[in-house]
């Protein structure tokens, strides 16, 4: 069992920065691969940034690239997304995820690769 916790989010203005963490009950290298996602009211829960605990570069959604990085610290258990430049379209309920299973095929940005949630932390962005 992985419990995940997020926290960090908040209400800032368009060109503001937060940065998100989610702190997890285990080690992350325990896990096959984490990510952020988020979900607009009356949208889909979207892949964000995902990472697989190999140790390869982070996969980042076409919407946030160049503004959003993914970060983990193994010391901590815990991995952040730091947010830059934010827009209004950003605002969201923003998730942590963990995949841990074996077998199947990973898709990064995929809500069905992920079997463990976190509670969400809202993030929201004015123009």
């Known amino acids: 069992q992985v419990q995940l916790v997020e926290s960090g989010g908040g209400s800032v203005q368009a060109g503001g920065s937060l940065r998100l963490s989610c702190a997890t009950s285990?080690?992350?290298?325990?896990?096959?691969?984490m990510g952020w996602f988020r979900q607009a009211p009356g949208e889909e829960r979207a892949g964000v940034a995902a990472?697989?605990?190999?140790?390869?570069?982070?996969y980042y959604a076409d919407s946030v690239k160049g503004r959003f990085t993914l970060s983990q610290d193994s010391a901590e258990n815990r991995m952040y997304l730091q947010m830059n430049s934010l827009k209004p379209e950003d605002t969201a309920m923003y998730y942590c995820?963990?995949?841990?299973?074996?077998?199947?095929?990973?898709?990064?940005?995929?809500?069905?690769?992920?079997?463990?949630w976190g509670q969400g932390t809202q993030v929201t962005v004015s123009s």
């Open positions: 995820a963990a995949r841990f299973m074996r077998g199947g095929t990973w898709l990064p940005l995929s809500k069905n690769a992920y079997n463990y």
């Open positions: 285990t080690n992350i290298y325990s896990v096959n691969a």
């Open positions: 990472i697989y605990t190999s140790g390869v570069s982070p």
